[in-house]
Nanobody, 117 residues
Framework: VQLVESGGGLVQPGGFLRLSCATS????????MGWARQPEGKGLEWVSR???????YYADSVKGRFTISRDNAKNTVYLQMNSLKPEDTAVYFC????????????WGQGTQVTVSS
């Protein structure tokens, strides 16, 4: 299983970014995927998940601002982040549901998102 995030960076408050997670090594179309984030010095927080049938979940803190999507032809999951706030600053991790693993998920290496003026 390989998960490679991209698209992070520095953006001003109110701005937008689109994160991508390119995957390989498993049947992407059958997998539940998601994004979690970890602000510096804090714990991991789930941001959003998308299941193989397209059903989505969002944390209350990002509802209405973030949109998760998947392209099964490209084996890629996306996170469109709009109206970014300083409190969205974190390392964002792509995740694949992996039953039987220690955390229940496989993780990418993360991409830094910094929201600051």
């Amino acid at each position: 299983v390989q998960l490679v995030e991209s698209g992070g960076g520095l953006v001003q408050p109110g701005g937008f970014l689109r994160l991508s997670c390119a995957t390989s090594g498993f049947s992407f179309s059958s997998a539940a995927m998601g994004w979690a984030r970890q602000p510096e010095g804090k714990g991991l927080e789930w941001v959003s998940r998308i299941y193989r049938d397209g059903v989505t979940y969002y944390a209350d803190s990002v509802k209405g601002r973030f949109t998760i999507s998947r392209d099964n032809a490209k084996n890629t999951v996306y996170l469109q982040m709009n109206s970014l706030k300083p409190e969205d600053t974190a390392v964002y991790f792509c995740a694949k549901e992996t039953p039987g693993s220690s955390s229940g998920y496989s993780w990418g290496q993360g991409t830094q998102v910094t929201v600051s003026s």
